[in-house]
Nanobody, 118 residues
Framework: VQLQASGGGSVQAGGSLRLGCAAS????????MAWYRQVPGKQRDLVAT???????YYADSVKGRFTISRDNTKKTVYLQMNSLKPEDTAVYYC?????????????WGQGTQVTVSS
């Protein structure tokens, strides 16, 4: 199973970016999907999660600005980021709990850089 993230980049404060993360491989089903972010020297923090049924959770720091969604037919999770702030600058990682023929495991994408300038 692989998760391929895309959509990072540089934007000015107040701007928007949309991240995507597509899962591929021998997948039976995808359960919870999530986005995390990490800045150098700090721990990786949870940004948002979405269940297979569409229930969502957001960190307080992004509530009202970020929206997580998923397209189950495309095995893809998205993160729409609006009203971006310099403190949103980080490497963003996607994450998914995936069932295959052999096991249920958590997989990570490779990370995509988001840089917000003031």
């Amino acid at each position: 199973v692989q998760l391929q993230a895309s959509g990072g980049g540089s934007v000015q404060a107040g701007g928007s970016l949309r991240l995507g993360c597509a899962a591929s491989g021998s997948i039976l089903s995808i359960h919870d999907m999530a986005w995390y972010r990490q800045v150098p020297g700090k721990q990786r923090d949870l940004v948002a999660t979405i269940s297979s049924g569409g229930s969502t959770y957001y960190a307080d720091s992004v509530k009202g600005r970020f929206t997580i969604s998923r397209d189950n037919t495309k095995k893809t999770v998205y993160l729409q980021m609006n009203s971006l702030k310099p403190e949103d600058t980080a490497v963003y990682y996607c994450n998914a709990d995936v069932s295959t023929d052999y096991r249920l495991a958590t997989y990570w994408g490779q990370g995509t850089q988001v840089t917000v300038s003031s």
